[in-house]
């Protein structure tokens, strides 16, 4: 059972170009999510997915895309990459059932936009 | 708007020494408040989650605390370990009408450094 698990751990983008983040959980959860960890800034949620085939904005989605072809895999692409999306990403999932359903987090993926 | 305040934003104590940690919340309406361990380069792993009608939950030597009257929450940890460095993150979850998903405010977290 390895929970959330994110591909790649690291990478270097050059300005302009794509890539694509790859969030697979074992875990049978319903809901699945992109964060950015900034310095001095809490998680802040890119987009989300309350099940496969669904997905939905968050706070700050602008300049990402998500796909959840999959229950199990929830993926975030960057079109055209920017400095500013210079940051460490987060996948988490959840069950939806209940007020106290946890939150499983993936290890991160450390993206620089150079 | 809802935020999430947490202080102090670094702390270093001791091995075998307490400490607590602060988190202020104006989250609305409330619905739980999470309180996450964040090792470097790791991810966030629970330590507890707590409701409105909870106002102290443990979970070994992490205790927290919850004030639902003056929003407020707290994170002891008593007998402190090494391995307790880390960055200590104070999570506000929102009642969301029928819907089973509540938008989680997170806070910037507190860095706690260990020394032997």
């Known amino acids: 059972n390895a929970g959330v698990t994110q591909t790649p751990k690291f990478r270097v983008l050059k300005t302009g170009q794509s890539m694509t983040l790859l969030c697979a959980q074992d875990m049978n959860h319903e809901y699945m999510y992109w964060y950015r960890q900034d310095p001095g800034m809490g998680l802040r949620l890119i987009h989300y997915?309350?099940?496969?085939?669904?997905?939905a904005k968050g706070e700050v989605p602008d300049g990402y895309n998500v796909s959840r072809l999959k229950k199990q895999n929830f993926l975030l692409g960057l079109e055209s990459a920017a400095p500013s999306q210079t940051s460490v990403y987060f996948c988490?999932?959840?069950?939806?059932?209940?007020?106290?359903?946890?939150?499983?987090f993936g290890s991160g993926t450390r993206l620089t936009v150079v | 708007k809802n935020q999430v305040e947490q202080s102090p934003q670094s702390l270093i104590i001791l091995e075998g020494k307490n400490c607590t940690l602060q988190c202020n919340y104006t989250v609305s309406p409330f619905s739980n408040l999470r309180w996450y361990k964040q090792d470097t380069g790791r991810g966030p792993v629970s330590l507890t989650i707590?409701?409105?009608?909870?106002n102290t939950k443990s979970n070994g030597r992490y205790t927290a605390t919850l004030d639902a009257d003056t929003k407020q929450s707290s994170l002891h940890i008593t007998a402190s370990q090494l391995s307790d460095s880390a960055s200590y993150i104070c999570v506000v979850s929102v009642r969301n009408g029928g819907t089973s998903y509540g938008k989680l405010t997170f806070g910037q977290g507190t860095i706690l450094t260990v020394h032997p």
């Open positions: 707590m409701t409105f009608s909870e």
């Open positions: 997915s309350v099940g496969e085939g669904t997905t």
């Open positions: 988490a999932s959840s069950f939806w059932r209940g007020i106290n359903y946890g939150y499983t």
